[in-house]
């Protein structure tokens, strides 16, 4: 460990001091906004990572920097500032009015509300903010025509530079101080600036009119409707505020940094989630200082450790905070009633109005049809010139993925968003137990060319992601309400990281490349029409097997808890023992399908465990229908299909017109786009459905 003298402690405590108010003034608009509607807000870092290039955008048009005179500089930096915090406000409160306002009158008006909707409406948001940056990035005077640039480290979103504001004063050389570090004139300001913030906030909630209709709500919003709090203009409100409080966040890291963020996302907004449940849900002064906590324990990890290594620690932290102390240390009512699962919306999936019950005839139908297509396609394929087996295999590689999600969302109601992790662990177990110049073959002296049969990979990457089920099983147990789809993106975003530091083993960033084909019973299926084949009968394998599963008492306890895990415990259903089931089921089905993808692939790399394949999954079950096996394969099919086929046959029809109007769209992005609106609208469709009469039990 490095030595640390006064110098440096000094300067590792600015830094992470001012990365921690940065950290903090994010919070607060995150805990302000948690505590009242009590669902995560997946599209809140996309709004943050938008303002912070608008910021630099209006800067740079403004033409500001410090050689402008006092007034014409000041006042443009306030006139940027008003922007970020209007822009910042009507996209939080247009948030609030598409993607919460039509859930929660739902779950008003009826007992077959979906909870989970609004969590998935703003994933679905996330991703077409994240388009409209792709796209942004075209509008930049740097941008070329056809430029695609999809290498890990190297945002394909905004980044631009702009000038200094605030004059380079040193306080340290200023006021004499014998100290070799640097503490300027901006981060004292940006420190002030966070605690102005935060203070003002915390008077806003206990002092003013509206801070009282907002803890009322937060409290218990069914009571406030009773004694005439409108909590719908109050929901309004606190995402304007909460918009507007991210838009001051947005303008002074622009401002510090000089660039905007650049990893735009559902997940970007982790840390901030972090220091909000940290310092208590509903406290911005405690988020400000969970802020700076964060930020000095970063910088020391940082100095201390490797740089890569920090965002682990900090996943570390959040996912041991949300298990040993989900109150937070500064969480009064909010904080409480969102550990105990106590809210208005809950995070609880409600299958009574999302699953379609009985398989119906035209679903059998319409299941036959698409298997006897799959036998034949490589026959018509080849009769019209399309060669797309290999397509098809890794398209069929998720739909397995997608069976192992709707086992435990569809039946068992637990939203997992780190799910890609087991497929991952799958496909990661393979290629060790098949890359015949890998750690395990030197290891066990495996001769090169005789990668372990294919049967043995499956069921070992299976048992291995099913253990990884268990352990996510166990650490979730005491996890209530949302907190566990906020654990299980943790976990996530912590395995993309491990996957990446722990290069040696992994390949970092390139991967695991030039893996065999798979082996079976000592024949190499090289050939892609009989790898095609394999995968397929394994389709047809698994989804029987899961239908099987489900008709059997452990798939009637995996439906009980997931409508009602109090009710399904008092029948004497053992809640504790079938959730860390149905996680083991699920990811071994999800580690099936990485050994598949790896082994007829033959690539694997640490992007297969990141949040938007999740993401994908998760989009499958929901637009095929959650609780359904044919519909999340009809789903898996239609998400991988236009992932895979559709994207690139356009691309590369629209290619020609690379210069012209259509230009400025890089079509192979283009997806996010589509697939945003598409989860967005299932979901909204799927929470207006009539709920459908619930099947009686028979007698005898």
């Known amino acids: 460990m490095p030595n640390i003298n006064l110098s440096i402690l000094v300067q590792l405590l600015n830094i992470g001091l001012t990365n921690g108010a940065i950290i903090g003034l994010n919070a607060i608009a995150v805990t302000l906004i948690y505590s009242t509607a009590r669902t995560i807000n997946l599209a809140h870092g996309d709004i943050f990572a938008l303002l912070t290039v608008l910021v630099a955008t209006v800067i740079t048009g403004l033409g500001l920097n410090i050689v402008l005179p006092v007034g014409s500089l000041i006042g443009g930096v306030i006139l940027t500032l008003l922007v970020s915090i209007i822009v910042g406000a009507l996209l939080s409160g247009g948030i609030e009015r598409i993607a919460f306002r039509p859930f929660r009158e739902r779950a008003q008006s009826t007992t077959a509300g979906t909870p989970l909707g609004p969590l998935l409406a703003t994933l679905g948001i996330s991703f077409m903010l994240y388009q409209f940056a792709l796209i942004w990035r075209t509008w930049l005077p740097s941008w070329q025509p056809g430029e695609h640039r999809s290498v890990p480290g190297i945002p394909e979103v905004p980044l631009q530079s702009i000038t200094e504001l605030i004059p380079d004063i040193n306080l340290i050389k200023l006021l004499g101080i014998p100290l070799d570090a640097t503490v300027t004139l901006k981060d004292v300001l940006v420190i002030v600036i966070a605690f102005v913030c935060a203070l003002g906030m915390m008077w806003i909630i206990q002092r003013s009119r509206l801070g009282q209709a907002i803890r009322a709500v937060s409290q218990d919003p069914r009571l406030a409707r009773l004694v005439g709090v409108n909590s719908d203009r109050v929901f309004f409100q606190v995402f304007l505020l909460g918009g507007a409080m991210t838009g001051i966040a947005s303008f002074v890291f622009t401002a510090y940094y000089t660039h905007p963020f650049a990893q735009h996302g559902a997940q970007s907004g982790l840390i901030a989630l972090t220091a909000a449940i940290l310092g208590g849900v509903g406290n911005p002064v405690g988020a400000l200082l969970a802020g700076l906590l964060i930020g000095v324990v970063s910088a020391f990890s940082d100095y201390t450790l490797q740089t890569q290594w920090t965002p682990v620690l900090v996943q570390v932290l959040l996912v041991a905070l949300l298990i040993v102390r989900p109150r937070g ?3 009064g009512d909010a904080a409480e009633a969102v550990a105990e699962g106590d ?27 698409l298997l006897g297509l799959a036998l034949v396609y490589p026959l018509i394929g080849r009769a019209i010139g399309n060669y797309q087996e290999t397509v098809l295999t890794t398209i069929m590689a998720f739909m397995i993925m997608a069976l192992g999600l709707n086992i435990l969302l569809g039946f068992a109601g637990v939203l997992d968003l780190g799910f890609a992790v087991s497929f991952g662990i799958g496909a990661y177990t393979a290629a060790f137990l098949t890359n015949g110049y890998g750690w395990v073959a030197t290891t066990f002296g495996l001769p090169p060319g005789q990668p372990m049969g294919f049967q043995a990979v499956l069921l070992i990457s299976a048992a291995v992601a099913g253990l990884f089920g268990v352990l996510n099983g166990l650490l979730t147990l005491r996890v209530k309400a949302d907190y566990l789809a906020i654990v299980t993106l943790a976990l996530g975003q912590m395995s993309v990281s491990l996957l990446n530091n722990l290069s040696q083993l992994t390949g970092g960033f390139q991967g695991i490349s030039a893996l065999p084909a798979p082996r079976l019973l000592g024949y190499s299926l090289k050939s892609p029409i009989e790898q095609y084949y394999l995968v397929l009968v394994l389709v047809v394998v698994l989804a029987i097997a899961a239908q099987r599963v489900i008709r059997s008492r452990v798939g009637r306890a995996f439906t009980a808890m997931g409508i009602d895990e109090l009710a399904a415990a008092s029948c004497g259903v053992n809640v504790a023992q079938t959730r860390i089931a149905a996680f083991a089921l699920s990811t071994a089905f999800a580690g099936v399908a990485g050994a598949i993808f790896a082994n007829t692939a033959t690539f694997i790399a640490p992007e297969l465990t990141d949040f938007p394949v999740s993401s994908q999954a998760l989009a499958m079950v929901i637009l095929g229908g959650a609780g359904s096996i044919p519909g999340t394969l009809f789903g898996g099919l239609l998400i ?11 691309g590369s029809l629209i290619a020609p017109l690379q210069g012209g109007s259509l230009g400025i769209f890089d079509v192979r992005n283009l997806n996010y786009l589509s697939f945003g609106l598409a989860l967005y609208i299932s979901v909204l469709l799927r929470a207006r459905t009539k709920q459908a009469p619930e099947p009686t039990a028979k007698s005898g």
């Open 329 to 331: 240390f500064g969480g």
């Open 640 to 650: 991988a299909a236009y992932d895979r086929i559709f994207i690139p046959l356009l």
């Open 343 to 369: 809210s208005a919306i809950s995070l609880r999936l409600n299958l009574s109005a999302l699953l379609p019950g009985h398989i119906g005839k035209r679903a059998r139908v319409a299941t036959l049809a």
